[in-house]
């Protein structure tokens, strides 16, 4: 009896612990759950946070960067032939970038001005751009030393046009002079859709089938409405095109043409505006651009076309 009293002792006092085990056991498993869920809440209101700041469109912040920049004068002897009167020329040499606040559009950026430099897309560090402008700057100085020239010129720099909304737009501004009688300059636009981290070609506004439509429109504009003739243009009618160099603003289209290539030297670029009310009336744009609304293209153009006398 005394064993079996003890036997059922032993039971109760297993069982007992068993159940104090099991309850335990099950709280630390409700505590965990609780966290679990807790954490899992957490993270879709964390996730939920960054979609939004993903679509969240920042105003640009721009400040100027110095890749390479160097001014020096160089004296020429009395003895060295020129065909200038100054006794000193001039070597200009420089590549400015742009730095923001936002770090993949700065990558961007930096491949554009590239681009831009190589006429290419080529990969190329900040250490390799500066070791070839050096390389430059030194073959320039040599050679302006042993054969005088009134000055050498060669400047890139790149701005912030402006942004309106999910659209930004800089331009690559370039001059340079390399002898005779005046340098040459000009802009490249870059219209940045901030929302696709893309750079807008002509492709993506104007249904290419259409571009036949635009060149007429734009030769209209060009010729002003055909009171200059055809052949008294400065660029035949078989040589002009529709500039892949354009920007985007509230007015329309405008598309840029370099000096000499529609006009002289002296009229500088050309702009070439085509409203979006008759881009939208012609249906010249794409459906994925219209989408986008990216203006208003209801605005009045601000010209009519002239009564022909």
């Keep these: 009896m005394k064993k079996t009293f003890i036997s059922a002792l032993i039971l109760t006092a297993l069982f007992t612990v068993a159940g104090c085990e099991d309850k335990e056991a099950k709280a630390t498993i409700e505590q965990q759950t609780q966290t679990i869920a807790q954490l899992t809440a957490e993270n879709t209101q964390l996730k939920a946070e960054k979609e939004k700041a993903e679509k969240v469109i920042l105003a640009i912040f ?7 920049e160097k ?3 160089i004296k020429y002897s009395k003895s060295q032939e020129r065909w200038f009167s100054s006794d000193e020329g001039e070597v200009n040499i420089s590549l400015l970038g742009l730095k923001t606040n936002v770090a993949w559009l700065n990558d961007l950026l930096w491949s554009e001005l590239v681009k831009n ?7 190329k560090t900040r250490d390799q751009m500066l070791s070839k402008y050096k390389t430059i700057w030194n073959d ?7 054969e005088p020239e009134l000055g050498f010129s060669s400047n890139t720099w790149m701005i912030f046009v402006g942004q309106k909304e999910k659209l930004a737009t800089f331009a690559i501004r370039y001059y340079s002079y390399t002898g005779g009688a005046h340098g040459l300059g000009g802009s490249e636009y870059l219209t940045i859709d901030m929302t696709t981290h893309k ?3 002509l492709s993506d506004i104007i249904e290419q089938k259409k571009l036949p439509e635009v060149k007429e429109l734009l030769w209209s504009f060009y010729t002003d409405y055909g009171r200059i003739k055809d052949e008294e243009a400065f660029t035949k009618k078989t040589d002009f095109d529709v500039s892949k160099n354009f920007y ?3 007015d329309g289209i405008h598309f840029i043409y370099h000096e000499y290539e ?3 030297y002296a009229a500088g670029e050309q702009d070439l505006v085509i409203p979006w009310v008759w881009l939208q009336r012609e249906n010249l744009l794409t459906s994925d651009f ?3 609304k990216y203006y208003d293209f209801g605005y009045t153009e601000p010209y009519a076309a002239p009564v022909k006398e």
């Design 199 to 201: 750079v807008l070609t």
């Design 62 to 68: 721009a400040e100027k960067d110095v890749i390479f």
């Design 262 to 264: 529609i006009a002289s």
């Design 117 to 123: 430099d190589f006429g290419e897309n080529v990969s």
């Design 140 to 146: 320039v100085k040599e050679s302006l030393e042993k």
């Design 71 to 73: 001014v020096e004068k």
């Design 290 to 292: 219209v989408k986008q």
């Design 248 to 250: 985007l603003a509230h």
